[in-house]
């Protein structure tokens, strides 16, 4: 029985990411076609799912999902933080990239795997928890990577990063569509605001294709990522697939949790490395190579120990 919510939970997640993975090596689809999925999928698949799920959840729901905000961002920033320090430390790479490693660590998969997976083992209910997380690394981490990749683009012409140019970096992450639309339904779900019924059948309608296209996307883009191994890449690997979740258990029993949602928070944790890195680092002409091999390792991997903390959390 156990097997089979494994395979049920993991085998639908990875046989659409090794479609899109094929899709790109294939060059079925090309570097037009995923930024046009990216564009569907960041802009509004993912947001019209969140804010769905966000905006219907009554105003006691979303109070009961403070703890996990807790949990999540302060596993996600002492993560961030220690292998900011330790690539500056050890790598000497330069703070944009010491950032973008840390937030490609920091910051799992949560639109690609992490949706499809808490879907699939908890029930929609899952969505919930997907879309407070998604808030959590986007208005902790993101902005703080956005404001180091602004810093070194500034650095390279020459000038000196200005509170401007900071702000306009936290602008720019907090607004992104993805961002803005689960704290948008938060607030709406905390102002005790009940969502039409038919907005939700038309945010629905759009937000059902989220997870399938995400994981579609997640595998285009690690197709067209050069892979390389090294002492980094084993490192992050075993802090995204294996630190994170632990991490999360520590936290948890520090911060008071109902046993349920600790179980939802240690899952999240356990989903793998994201690409928002890879995203980042293209846009700013940074090494996404890294990033893209950190990605590709800690998903590969992700199939074991997503596995182990199923069967862990989940045993009934």
Known sequence: MMSHVILMALVPVF????????????????????????ALVMDFAVPAALFAATASASRREMIEQVPLFMVLG???????????????????????????????IGFPNLAGVGLPLLTSVV???????????????????SPLTLIMAEMGAAEGRGDEMT???????????ITKPVVLAPALGILFSLSD????????????????????????LTGAILSAQS????????????????????????VVHVIPIAPDTAKIAILIGAVPSGFFGILFAVNYRLDSATAGSMVIASTGVSIATMAIAIALLFPN
């Open 15 to 38: 046989f659409v990411l090794l479609l899109g993975y094929a899709a790109g090596k294939f060059h079925i689809v090309d570097s037009l076609h995923v930024d046009a999925l990216n």
């Open 74 to 104: 302060v596993t996600m920033l002492l993560l961030y933080a220690a292998w900011y320090f330790a690539a500056r430390s050890f790598s000497r790479v330069s703070r944009p990239e010491a950032s973008l490693q840390a937030l490609t």
């Open 123 to 141: 029930g929609p209910a899952g969505t919930v928890p997907v879309a407070v997380a998604l808030a959590t690394g986007s208005i902790l981490i």
């Open 163 to 173: 509170a401007r140019q900071v702000l306009t970096a936290v602008g720019r992450a």
């Open 193 to 216: 605001l009940s969502l039409d019924a038919l907005a939700h059948a038309s945010l629905a309608l759009i937000g059902s294709s989220a997870a399938g296209v995400a994981l579609f």
């Open 227 to 250: 892979f390389r191994l090294d002492w980094r890449i084993a490192g992050a690997t075993v802090a995204s697939n294996i630190v994170r979740p632990l991490l999360a258990v520590a």
